[in-house]
């Protein structure tokens, strides 16, 4: 009997922790030097051709801390280093210029309105709204915990609108897959795009 009740308690502590870990703040990451992510690039278009923008010129990008800086990498060569915050600003949720991110903190089930002074937006909302895995193929499928993430953006005087929807990872410290649906109700246009994290290493 006691056996039981010790085995109950082991299993019911280990769910709590599970559940609690994400109950608090995501909090805004710090990164490392050497630390890095690889990623592949899908996008598809109803009625537009690609723009030529580094962030759909390749399929596979490298993302790596050297030093404090954010360098990006064509493929998983190191020797071929590109220009592309846009890239590295959908990885990491971070702030450059005026590019959407996330606006750390957050907190399962809350909703968050950016500083849209700051940004060339009318409205901005961030939602964390459940808990999920992530199989990660590089690692072998390794489940990774995260949480989903919904972000919505009209820019001012556009008929644009960004519908965004991203699984980010504290232990990661990324947006391990990000999918943005961009629609313009003007024109019709829809612009779907994919980043999705393939492997990664966080410098000890």
């Not at 590089?138 to 990774?144: D, L, R, S, W």
Request: charged residues 25%; glycine residues 4%; hydrophobic residues 35%.
């Amino acid at each position: 009997m006691k056996n039981t009740l010790r085995l109950f308690f082991t299993l019911f502590l280990g769910i709590f922790s599970a559940d609690f870990a994400y109950t608090q703040e995501i909090i805004s990451p710090s990164f490392k030097n050497g630390d890095w992510w690889i990623m592949t690039l899908e996008r598809s278009t109803e009625g537009l051709s690609r723009s030529g923008a580094c962030y759909e010129s390749y399929e596979k990008y490298l993302v790596k801390i050297v030093g404090d800086k954010q360098k990006v990498f064509v493929g998983n060569n190191l020797d071929q280093e590109i220009e592309c915050e846009e890239i590295s600003d959908r990885l990491l949720g971070s702030i450059t210029k005026t590019r959407l991110h996330i606006p750390f903190p957050l907190t399962i089930n809350s909703e968050k309105m950016f500083d849209t002074e700051k940004f060339p937006w009318e409205t901005v909302t961030a939602k964390a709204y459940s808990r999920t895995s992530f199989k990660l193929a590089g690692k072998e499928n390794k489940e990774i915990d995260a949480v989903l993430i919904s972000r919505t953006a009209r820019p001012r005087g556009k008929n644009a609108a960004f519908d965004d929807k991203l699984i980010y990872s504290q232990e990661c410290k990324c947006v391990l897959d990000f999918n943005r649906t961009r629609s313009n109700e003007k024109t019709g246009v829809l612009v779907t795009q994919k980043q999705t994290v393939i492997n990664y290493e966080i410098a000890p």
